[in-house]
């Protein structure tokens, strides 16, 4: 089982930036690829970026790249999505994302556990 925490979220103007933080805690946390995604108001949940175990793999939707980062510190249990350049369509609830597998994956069926979710509100 692993628990998942999301925090740093928050009400931005747009082309500013935030960093979401997810913290990790439970079964081995270096062994999961973890994944970001966010769901707008009336809109399905969508994929935004995946890192994998290791670090050295990462996928970003292509509205995001450029723009958005993710990382992770396996000694710290903590994966990373750093926003710049903000816009007001990235406003969305943003959930952090674990699955038992090792390469990261940008369909949200393959995650086993899931964070509670962290608002971003980008203002105009």
């Known amino acids: 089982q692993v628990q998942l925490v999301e925090s740093g979220g928050g009400l931005v103007q747009a082309g500013g930036s935030l960093r979401l933080s997810c913290a990790a805690s439970g079964r081995t946390f270096s062994s999961n690829a973890m994944g970001w995604f966010r769901q707008a108001p009336g809109k399905e949940r969508e994929f935004v970026t995946a890192i994998s175990w290791s670090g050295d793999r990462t996928y970003y939707a292509d509205s995001v790249k450029g723009r958005f980062t993710i990382s992770r510190d396996n000694a710290k249990n903590t994966v990373y999505l750093q926003m710049n350049s903000l816009k007001p369509e990235d406003t969305a609830v943003y959930y952090c994302?674990?699955?038992?597998?090792?390469?990261?994956?940008?369909?949200?069926?393959?995650?086993?556990?899931w964070g509670q979710g962290t608002q971003v509100t980008v203002s105009s």
């Open positions: 994302a674990a699955r038992t597998g090792s390469l990261p994956m940008a369909v949200a069926g393959y995650y086993d556990y």
